[in-house]
């Protein structure tokens, strides 16, 4: 139990002290200082928004699935396991939200892995869509956003059956590959994800969240160019965040580090659209300092206090 305890903060301090050292934060620090302070303190505060709507979510699905936790404990949750997934491959650290539940921590991991898949799915869809507005007749746009809206129905229509048929296959490999115990927390996620994934509702409402975590992101960059004293058209800025983040995801690189700053820099000097290439390549230091730092320093916080602070599980 001690070392179940620590591990989660042991962990974040190796990823915490990783970050900081791949930061040139004296550099960052210079940028930060000539930036109008109002502008700052707004871009900073969409941070808390951004929580309570992941909070307001992960409340609300583990609901779904009958089981309860308090407002201030999810809150505390979901921005540890935020800090955990900016810090890992792909964001893959935010499943250790779950270990934030006393109990049903299947379920837990079972919500995270539909926010998960509609956040990407999401952000991938907005991505197409904005990159579209760059290459295509306002026609086509129109086009693209039917064929999305028909191929992502199809997917959710054809999940059932896909699902019955890799059923036996998957389970031969998790019960060849995981542990008996593994193979049944395997078993647990997966028949509580399809509770949620056999509703329409829950899987629409779930992309509804994804779409307002990312239109408040957005607004944050949108500041970031309003600071820098430019007020680059709306489809400029969702072309120099969402295909950039997108790329540093499926990276893997934890936090896009590298990935996310260069191709926000170099698809944001192929279409300046009057935007000078310098404001352009600063934008990723302002996103590190008024967005991923922050996040970054408050996740960990978080994730000591709800380690520090667990309650022993009910019988």
């Not at 620590?6 to 974040?12: R, V, W």
């Not at 997966?190 to 607004?219: H, K």
């Amino acid at each position: 139990e001690v070392v179940r305890r620590f591990a989660l903060p042991a962990a974040g301090t190796v990823l915490l002290l990783f970050y900081a050292s791949r930061l040139d934060l004296g550099a960052l620090w210079a940028k930060v200082l000539n930036f109008p302070l109002p502008t700052a303190a707004f871009v900073i505060a969409i941070n808390a928004a951004c929580g309570l709507v992941k909070a307001l979510r992960w409340r609300r699905f583990l609901l779904r699935l009958v089981t309860r936790t308090e407002f201030p404990r999810a809150y505390l949750a979901v921005h540890a396991g935020f800090f955990m997934g900016l810090v890992t491959p792909g964001t893959a650290g935010e499943f250790s939200r779950a270990a934030s539940l006393d109990r049903d921590r299947a379920r837990g991991v079972a919500v995270i892995l539909l926010e998960k898949l509609t956040d990407l799915g999401s952000l991938g869809a907005l991505a197409v869509l904005t990159a579209s507005t760059y290459f295509a007749t306002p026609v086509a746009v129109g086009g693209t956003i039917v064929l999305m809206l028909v191929l992502c129905g199809f997917a959710y229509v054809s999940y059932p059956r896909l699902r019955r048929l890799a059923e036996r296959p998957v389970k031969a490999l998790v019960l060849r590959l995981a542990s008996a115990e593994g193979a049944e927390s395997a078993g647990r996620v997966y028949l509580e994800f399809n509770r949620l994934a056999d509703s329409a509702a829950s899987v629409a409402e779930s992309v509804l969240f994804s779409g307002a975590l990312w239109l408040l992101s957005l607004g944050q960059v949108a500041l970031i160019y309003f600071g820098l004293g430019f007020m680059p058209p709306p489809r400029f800025v969702a072309l120099t965040y969402f295909l950039p983040y997108l790329v540093g995801i499926v990276s893997l690189v934890p936090l896009g580090l590298g990935a996310f700053d260069l191709s926000l820099r170099e698809i944001g000097l192929r279409s300046a659209e009057g935007i000078p290439g310098d404001v352009v390549a600063v934008v990723p230091a302002f996103f590190r300092a008024f967005v991923t730092v922050p996040l970054v320093v408050f996740g960990y916080g978080c994730q000591l206090s709800l380690s520090m602070g667990r309650r022993k599980p009910r019988a």
